[in-house]
């Protein structure tokens, strides 16, 4: 019996098979930490699956929050999608270098502001060139898309409904930063930040859910979700380093039918700078 895997998920031989259909809208959402030593946009430059356009979470961003690519307004983020072709009735791809690692940001933004038909690929580009699928170099030059935002206000929390959870408790916090950073026992990799977690945050490292860049089926994202101590019946709210990776959480409670949840867009980079937020250290 096959494991039921995530309804949001979608295979790279399915999407090597949709290649060229009309409405089909594939897009690279790379992005790296430093620490990794990738760049999205060379990596893009030298090949991408044929079609996709290159999504920049930095540029398409509210610069004026003075954190890392926050949420842009609706209208820059449906100017942004016309630009690249995509409307916001097109089914959607979007895959990252490893997989199953900034790609869901960007999956959870297409939802969040009003797409319905989006999905992430799993294996990302490293596992598509693994396969030896086809690649392209050429930039496309799409017809305009029509994206209608509807964005969804509900699925953001902000700083001042974060510190009233984190001082009263009222969702489940779920981190996805390193365990080392949550502790406090590693640095934060922005200079002049503290380390640590919010009271009552509970670690689930981004990495956990998702095995060779392929999230991991039903059963076994639940299991990872009880380990961690998150009860599936309450609500939840996703934070990490700066909002991207959240969504890997957020993608994972979603594929298990979890509709109860919100991301953290400021994150860490947010919290950890501020000196009026309580920080704790420790695994526990």
Not at 122 to 136: A, S, T
Not at 208 to 214: A, E, I, K, L
Request: proline share 6%; hydrophobic share 40%.
């Amino acid at each position: 019996m096959t494991a039921e895997k995530s309804k949001f998920v979608v295979s790279a031989d399915w999407v090597h098979k949709q290649l060229g259909a009309p409405e089909f809208r594939i897009i690279d959402a790379s992005w790296y930490l430093p620490a990794q030593n990738r760049n999205g946009a060379a990596e893009y430059a030298a090949g991408h699956l044929p079609g996709a356009v290159f999504y920049d979470q930095d540029a398409i961003a509210d610069h004026s929050t003075g954190l890392p690519h926050s949420i842009p307004s609706p209208e820059d983020f449906a100017t942004a999608l016309e630009k690249f072709g995509i409307s916001d009735t097109d089914t959607i791809v979007v895959y990252d270098g490893p997989g199953i690692f900034t790609a869901p940001r960007v999956w959870w933004l297409l939802r969040t502001m009003g797409a319905e038909n989006v999905f992430v690929m799993d294996g990302g580009l490293d596992g598509w060139k693994k396969e030896g699928r086809p690649l392209q170099t050429d930039l496309p030059e799409p017809k305009p898309g029509r994206f209608r935002p509807r964005f969804k206000a509900d699925a953001v929390t902000s700083f001042d409904e974060m510190f009233a959870i984190a001082s009263t408790g009222g969702r489940q916090i779920a981190d996805a930063r390193s365990l080392g950073r949550f502790a406090g026992e590693e640095a934060e990799p922005r200079a002049g930040m503290r380390s640590g977690h919010m009271p009552g945050a509970r670690s689930l490292p981004s990495g956990v859910f998702s095995v060779d860049g392929r999230l991991k089926d039903l059963d076994a994202l639940k299991a990872t979700f009880e380990a961690a101590g998150i009860d599936l019946d309450r609500p939840v709210v996703t934070t990490c380093g700066s909002g991207l990776t959240a969504a890997i959480i957020t993608l994972a409670l979603q594929s298990l039918g979890h509709e109860n949840n919100t991301l953290y867009d400021g994150s860490w980079s947010e919290w950890g700078a501020r000196e009026d937020t309580p920080v704790v250290t420790g695994r526990g």
